[in-house]
């Protein structure tokens, strides 16, 4: 998979080259590209924003400046294909597990990290004609700009291709897997520690039973923690003892 990453900030990246991300780049599994917005400016200052058409507080970057760089970093792509935009913004579409496999499954991706209040609208716009675009948010707060949810979202994808987690069942039993429930509870040695025991069936060797105590587990954590997802559940997938849980 190829990523590009245009942004004004382009040292905010790097905790890309750390890690699971690291070593699928080092692994050649993932072609990651970061671009300094800056260097397709035209003036002295290297201007990227200017103030808001109607008023209001906050500066908007320039479509122009932002096109000129889309224009190179998708023109240089392979044999005319073309890649899929993600533009990070609160008003995106929310950023999801779903979603995140949906990326895995594209050859290419380009974020397009804004700042201040955001990118001239007419840059999506425009870029929708040629190439599919998706505006996307981490969820119902406010950051300073894309940089930090194009780190979260290029983790959450790398972790998805093919040969970059060692153990595939990893990606299987976890928060937000194919059963939509949350993660149960984990205990490593010591059996004891600071007066806290692991929980006795854990040691029984009962495989049946430890299953069953997780999966109760998992269901009475989600339904407290996240009642939005017990609700989305699947009623065919519950058995009578769920329904006790
Ligand atoms: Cl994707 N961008 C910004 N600027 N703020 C956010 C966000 C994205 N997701 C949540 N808050």
Redesign the pocket.
């Known amino acids: 998979m190829r990523i590009d990453v245009v942004t004004i900030f382009p040292d905010y990246l790097s905790p890309l080259d750390l890690s699971l991300v690291g070593k699928a780049r080092e692994a050649g599994v993932l072609d990651l590209r970061v671009h300094d917005l800056r260097d397709w400016a035209t003036d002295r200052h290297r201007t990227v924003d200017d103030t808001p058409y109607g008023g209001g507080a906050g500066m908007v970057m320039k479509p122009d400046v932002w096109g000129a760089a889309l224009d190179d970093v998708v023109g240089s792509g392979a044999d005319g294909r073309m890649p899929r935009l993600l533009v990070?913004?609160?008003s995106?579409r929310p950023f999801t597990q779903d979603l995140a496999h949906e990326l895995a499954a594209e050859p290419w991706l380009v974020f397009a990290c804004g700042r201040y209040e955001g990118i001239d609208a007419r840059l999506v716009e425009d870029a929708a004609t040629r190439m599919p675009v998706t505006e996307?948010?981490?969820?119902d707060?406010?950051?300073?700009?894309?940089e930090v949810?194009a780190l979260v979202v290029v983790e959450a994808v790398a972790r998805l291709l093919p040969g970059v987690v060692g153990n595939p069942e990893s990606l299987v039993e976890e928060s937000h897997g194919a059963d939509g429930l949350l993660e149960y509870p984990v205990y490593t040695k010591p059996p004891t520690w600071r007066g806290l025991d692991v929980p006795e069936v854990l040691l029984s060797g009962h495989h049946g039973n430890v299953a069953r105590w997780r999966r109760d587990q998992a269901l009475r954590r989600t339904a407290e923690r996240r009642p939005d997802l017990v609700a989305r559940l699947d009623p065919a997938t519950l058995d009578a003892r769920d329904r006790e849980v």
């Open positions: 990070p913004t609160p995106g996307l948010s981490l969820g707060y406010v950051l300073n700009g894309g949810a």
